[in-house]
């Protein structure tokens, strides 16, 4: 059964640092990974998607990596700004047309 | 991209009453959509996947009887929590693909049920 691992699960960090958010899943015969950012009550925002065929993908000041064969991804954040403020969460896909099995989530606070 | 709108956004009820979530896929024909829960500073747990005209599939632990979903049309699904309780408090949220893959999955904004 796949599980998703996020570490840390809080991260406290002063404006303009860069930072790593880390998952890890248990089965890495995935169809694809995604992270999703979380604000407080609300809904997902769908930040990066990566198949499984490659490595990283990146948009503004955000890249995701994937290492399929130790079962690994990262999400590096550039820069960080006060309004990144929220919890990220980590989704894998194990085949097509399945659901999306989530980790617990890393919550980031942002300090100006 | 795609558009998934969910309502309510918030609901509070009696213990015992039932409620209601509607699920909508906009601009998008959705043959599979996914019911998950989320309780406090916990992960998103999957409870159902539903698929159009047909029965949904609860994942184990999931009362059918309890969490009552419909897939009518290829762009709505129900999920209705009957004779709700304070334990069934929680953050209820739907996700549909947008083709047979669901290669991306789109979420709707949540439904945030308070049973007192």
């Known amino acids: 059964k796949q599980e998703v691992t996020q570490i840390p699960a809080a991260l406290s960090v002063p404006e303009g640092e860069n930072l790593v958010l880390n998952c890890s899943f248990t089965?890495?015969?995935?169809?694809?990974l995604q992270w999703f950012r979380q604000d407080p009550g609300k809904g997902l925002t769908s930040l990066l998607l990566?198949?499984?065929?490659?490595r990283e993908q990146t948009s503004g000041r955000l890249n995701a990596s994937l290492d399929k064969s130790s079962g690994r991804s990262t999400l590096y954040i550039a820069a960080s700004q006060p309004g990144d403020s929220a919890t990220y969460l980590c989704?894998?896909?194990?085949?097509?047309?399945?659901?999306?099995?989530f980790g617990k989530g890393t919550t980031l606070s942002v300090s100006s | 991209g795609a558009v998934v709108s969910q309502h309510p956004s918030r609901v509070i009820c009696k213990s015992g009453t039932s409620v209601k979530i509607e699920c909508r896929s906009l601009?998008?024909?959705?043959?599979?959509m996914f019911w998950y829960r989320q309780f406090p500073k916990q992960s998103l747990m999957l409870m159902a996947t539903?698929?159009?005209?047909?029965?949904?599939?609860?994942e184990q632990g999931v009362e059918k009887d309890k969490f009552l979903i419909n897939h009518a049309s290829l762009t709505l699904s129900t999920l209705t929590v009957t004779s709700a309780h304070p334990e069934d408090s929680s953050f209820y949220i739907c996700?549909?693909?947008?083709?047979?893959?669901?290669?991306?999955?789109?979420f709707g904004s949540g439904t945030q049920l308070s049973v007192l």
């Open positions: 996700s549909a693909g947008q083709s047979a893959t669901n290669e991306k999955l789109f």
């Open positions: 089965d890495s015969a995935i169809y694809n």
């Open positions: 990566i198949q499984s065929s490659q």
């Open positions: 989704a894998v896909g194990n085949q097509a047309g399945t659901a999306l099995i």
């Open positions: 601009d998008f024909q959705a043959t599979t």
């Open positions: 539903s698929n159009e005209g047909s029965k949904a599939t609860y």
